[in-house]
């Protein structure tokens, strides 16, 4: 059964660099069939697509994220990561990695997420 | 951006039906997919591909999705269904979510 968990600071200082990584076990981080997503949650709120990356290293950005936003990939740790710069107290949030399912049919594709990590909650404060 | 609308919330007694929607401009013409998310837990796919259950989610979930709007309907709905539903679709290659619809089971 495939599984990922979140890690990394739970505290960021403004401005500062916030950096997680995902561990997926059960499965490989290379299969061909999957990427590997982010998502964040602000307290109370909804949630919100941060961005995306295949085991070959391409990447898609959220485009008011993509800034600050860097995704990388490590598969010889079936690991990912993100990180996110110059943070500021509005993305304090619980951070989720899971895995992004596509099916291509002939005009559009279907993407979802599934399964989710537990989220790992980062605050931002001095 | 592309923007995808959800009612705030959603009232339903027990064993009643709950239809949850979802609005966006074309919508009809993507896919979408649902999540359910209880108080500090993590998202759980519920709907994909507009109206394929994942294994081990119930019959009682179905979608659809045309025009405008997908629609989640809860049928049957039962107190272990109050939670959090999103839907979420992509506009070309940007994840999109709903605003969040919370189910009340009165």
């Known amino acids: 059964q495939l599984q990922l968990q979140e890690s990394g600071p739970g505290l960021v200082k403004p401005s500062e660099t916030l950096s997680l990584t995902c561990t997926v076990s059960?499965?490989?981080?290379?299969?061909?069939?999957?990427?590997w997503g982010w998502i964040r949650q602000p307290p109370g709120k909804g949630l919100e697509w941060i961005g995306s990356?295949?085991?070959?290293?391409?990447?898609s950005y959220n485009a008011s994220l993509k800034s600050r936003v860097t995704i990388s990939v490590d598969t010889s740790k079936n690991q990912f990561s993100l990180k996110l710069s110059s943070v500021t107290a509005a993305d304090t949030a619980v951070y989720y990695c899971?895995?992004?399912?596509?099916?291509?049919?002939?005009?559009?594709?279907?993407?979802?997420?599934?399964?989710w990590g537990q989220g790992t909650l980062v605050t931002v404060s001095s | 951006s592309y923007e995808l609308t959800q009612p705030p919330s959603v009232s339903v007694s027990p064993g009643q039906t709950a239809t949850i929607t979802c609005s966006g401009d074309k919508l009809g013409d993507k896919y979408a997919c649902w999540y359910q998310q209880k108080p500090g837990q993590s998202p759980v796919l519920v709907i994909y591909q507009d109206n394929k259950r994942p294994s081990g989610i119930p019959e009682r979930f179905s979608g659809s999705n045309s025009g405008n709007t997908a629609t989640l309907t809860i049928s049957g709905t039962q107190a272990m269904d109050e939670a959090d539903y999103y839907c979420?679709?992509?506009?070309?290659?940007?994840?999109?979510f709903g605003t969040g619809t919370k189910v009340t089971v009165l």
């Open positions: 979420q679709a992509w506009d070309s290659t940007t994840g999109v």
């Open positions: 990356i295949y085991y070959s290293g391409s990447t």
């Open positions: 899971a895995r992004q399912q596509r099916f291509i049919a002939a005009s559009h594709t279907a993407n979802w997420f599934d399964p």
């Open positions: 059960g499965g490989s981080i290379s299969s061909r069939s999957y990427h």
